[in-house]
Nanobody, 127 residues
């Protein structure tokens, strides 16, 4: 079993930068890909970014491409999502997720691929 814990969410102003972290614990000996998703009020959860377990391939949603940066340090069992130039539409609860038993070259974007999820951390961007 794997436990994921997000941290770093808070209220910031438009244009600011915020870094979220996701710490994995438990049976993490196997390599895993990590993803970030978000759910805005009244909307379905959506893909934000993902990274493969070798940390050499990333995927981003079009809405965050060029503004968000995902990273993964498997040795430390920690992933990060740095969000630059935040906008009010980035306001959401952000979830990290881990996918095991997949190709090391794959950075999945479908939430169904991810087996373990954190509880989420709230990010609010004020205008």
């Amino acid at each position: 079993q794997i436990q994921l814990t997000e941290s770093g969410g808070r209220t910031v102003k438009t244009g600011n930068t915020l870094s979220l972290s996701c710490t994995a614990s438990g049976r993490t000996a196997l390599g895993y890909a990590m993803g970030w998703f978000r759910r805005a009020p009244g909307k379905a959860r959506e893909f934000v970014a993902s990274i493969n377990w070798n940390a050499d391939k990333t995927e981003y949603a079009d809405s965050v491409k060029g503004r968000f940066l995902i990273s993964l340090d498997s040795a430390k069992n920690m992933g990060n999502l740095v969000m630059y130039n935040l906008k009010p539409e980035d306001t959401a609860t952000y979830f990290c997720a881990a996918a095991f038993h997949i190709s090391s070259a794959w950075a999945p974007t479908n939430e169904g691929t991810f087996e373990f999820w954190g509880q989420g951390t709230q990010v609010t961007v004020s205008s």
